[in-house]
């Protein structure tokens, strides 16, 4: 089969399916200086990663159960999906004509056959045959990628066994998925996958099968912004008791907009193309300034690694390939791969920008999945739209307040300061108490001189998917600031508040929104014999940030607004006095002051990490004190 780029973009009449990229994206072959200076970015990059991997790579013929797998330097098991990488390692072959990864390439494969391969098909996600299998989509777009464009590189006997193993799994696919048989993720993903594999095999029923979840993806965006919902088991009949649907930002973005893009630019499906246009650019307001996605109040958001989620596959597709439609869209793409490098270290991604200082270990799984749309860039990069990071992103220029209706979340911007307040209520897993910011909790606050301040975190950490997921190194402490007290040993926070409620006005160049809190414990249970309800008051100007806590009601157990702010150990720390203190930041000077004095909790001083978003933090709290039902709490950057 001739080498082709199967993704047809065309808008002439009669144009094959078998031509380049052109048409929709504009497609010009002679990229600006700075679209090359992306190019160049993802191509260092993206050989950074490989060889990154190759190190970890275990050779040991002896050993079957290990050979040829990618050795995780923070799990104790290997990921199965880990065969990914076929698709990175088999490009950067061919681009280089380097022996070290062909051979990369063929020892995963060689390792997922001897040790995750099933009978019908699949890949398993760990070596347990009874283990999850829909990542077997993952796995077969990623071999079918591999072998359409890079395919020429294998000997005749490899190309034609992996030929064969893709078949395996195309069918696999094709009998097992239905779009609402589990996460929105794996049936939208197979919109793409089962397309390009059905092209690479000539298997029309593959096609025809993914025509039909394109058509039935089309009813899964919210009816306000547009956002793709899914994301909770069988959630397409299931609402939050606000009548929510369940979203990821991270999944989205990472991997089911990326599958529906892709199809949706191929087969020249308008329809699918209006309704992703919506949904990126809804989904674009989420961008921080510096690149991150902030999936703060995200129902999976026990995955948000700042840059992104854990084990999904990057949002550079579906934005650089739509980058014609709007241009801020390339600018995302660019952002996001700068904060990839930036959490990169010796060859591996980290999960989140403080990693490495705190001592933690990456997990391997970031790495093989996002080196996959790098080289997918990479290999329809002479058919892309221009790429470059001019165009300003929706959060680094937003002024006021927006309020998102199928989210209940509520985004804030004013002069250098960029907030996210939460009452979205919808839930993953209802047997977990990790809770995403909610309960009109402070998701992220921001300022564009000095970069993050505040950042939610799960409300407890849970291995809510133990293989893919780290444990929590040392104590773990929320970082979702709050209001929390304990009666009887018992937590209290608004966190659990899930029917909580916020209102926001702009008045006189200052914002307001207003949360009205409960305090509860994780089953929901309002504490009693102390305060319950408090109002939250989240003012903010160009000058500074204002918490003001309140309550009418008689507080009877020591009580505290917890305030984390994120920060390395080696940012200094001054207490000014013992109700002020500053930390010193490379672009500024943050000074906090209170109405009463400013403690830090448990740890004398120290710094907590935390997994989510993978940042260390100074965890600072302030007591009501006696006889008061107010305090405030002042943040300045200078």
């Not at 402490?477 to 937590?491: A, D, M, Q, S």
Request: proline share 4%; charged share 25%.
């Amino acid at each position: 089969m001739k080498r082709r780029n199967f993704i047809q973009l065309s808008t002439l009449a009669g144009v094959g399916m078998s031509l380049p990229i052109a048409g929709l994206l504009n497609a010009c072959s002679n990229h600006s200086e700075h679209s090359l200076e992306f190019k160049n970015l993802i191509s260092s990059l993206l050989k950074d990663w490989c060889d990154g991997m190759l190190k970890v790579q275990i050779n040991n013929p002896s050993n079957l159960e290990e050979h040829g797998a990618l050795d995780c330097p923070s799990c104790d098991h290997i990921h199965g999906r880990c065969m990914d990488a076929v698709y990175p390692f088999l490009y950067m072959a061919d681009k280089t004509g380097e022996e070290k990864y062909l051979e990369g390439a063929k020892l995963v494969m060689t390792w997922a056959e001897n040790n995750v391969s099933q009978e019908n098909g699949a890949w398993t996600v760990i070596r347990n045959p009874k283990s999850w299998k829909g990542i077997t989509v993952f796995g077969a777009i990623a071999l079918a990628e591999a072998l359409h464009y890079h395919g020429h590189v294998l000997d005749k006997e490899t190309r034609l066994a992996w030929t064969k193993r893709l078949e395996k799994a195309g069918q696999y696919i094709y009998d097992t998925f239905t779009i609402d048989f589990t996460n929105i993720n794996y049936p939208g993903t197979a919109v793409y996958g089962l397309n390009l594999i059905g092209d690479v095999l000539n298997r029309e029923d593959f096609k025809a099968k993914s025509k039909t979840l394109a058509s039935e993806v089309k009813a899964y965006f919210t009816p306000n912004e547009g956002l793709l919902f899914g994301e909770c088991k069988k959630s397409s009949s299931k609402l939050s008791e606000k009548g929510l649907h369940g979203v990821d930002l991270g999944y989205n973005v990472e991997e089911t907009l990326n599958s529906l893009v892709m199809y949706a630019l191929k087969e020249k499906d308008e329809e699918l193309l209006q309704i992703v246009t919506k949904s990126l650019n809804s989904h674009l307001e989420f961008m921080l300034p510096d690149g991150a996605w902030d999936n703060s109040w995200g129902n999976r958001m026990y995955k948000w690694s700042y840059w992104g989620s854990r084990t999904c596959d990057g949002s550079q597709p579906a934005f650089a390939m739509m980058a014609h439609i709007n241009s801020a869209f390339g600018t995302a793409a660019v952002k996001n791969t700068e904060l990839l490098k930036a959490c990169t270290s010796d060859g591996l991604i980290h999960g989140g920008p403080h990693f490495v200082e705190a001592g933690v270990p990456p997990c391997v799984h970031h790495t093989f999945t996002h080196a996959k749309p790098l080289a997918s860039l990479l290999d329809h990069w002479e058919h892309l739209p221009e790429i470059n990071k001019n165009s300003s992103l929706p959060r680094t220029t937003a002024d006021g307040i927006k309020h998102f209706k199928d989210l209940d979340v509520y985004l804030f911007a004013r002069g250098d300061w960029r907030g996210t307040v939460s009452a979205y209520d919808a839930e993953y897993h209802y047997k977990y108490d990790y809770r995403q910011a909610s309960g009109g909790a402070l998701g992220v606050l921001y300022h564009n001189k000095v970069g993050l301040l505040c950042a939610a975190s799960m409300a407890k950490y849970h291995l809510v998917e133990k293989n893919n997921q780290q444990p929590q190194p040392g104590k773990d402490i929320c970082l979702t600031p709050r209001i929390e007290t304990f009666k009887n040993g018992v937590w209290y926070t608004n966190l659990y508040d899930l029917p909580a409620t916020v209102s926001s006005k702009d008045e006189s160049g200052i914002i307001k929104l207003l949360a009205d809190v409960k305090l509860k414990n994780v089953d929901r249970d309002v504490v009693e014999g102390t305060a319950s309800a408090f109002d939250i008051a989240y003012k903010c100007s160009a000058n500074k940030t204002e918490i003001k806590v309140s309550t009418k009601q008689e507080i009877k157990e020591q009580t505290a607004f917890v305030l984390p702010i994120i920060s390395p150990s080696k940012e200094e720390v001054i207490n000014i006095s013992e109700n002020e203190i500053t930390i010193q930041k490379p672009e500024g000077l943050v000074t906090i002051k209170a109405t009463a004095p400013i403690k830090t909790k448990e740890l004398a001083g120290k710094r907590t990490f935390n997994m989510v978003p993978g940042v260390e933090a100074l965890p600072l709290e302030v007591f009501f004190e006696e006889g008061q039902g107010e305090l405030s709490i002042d943040i300045f950057v200078s």
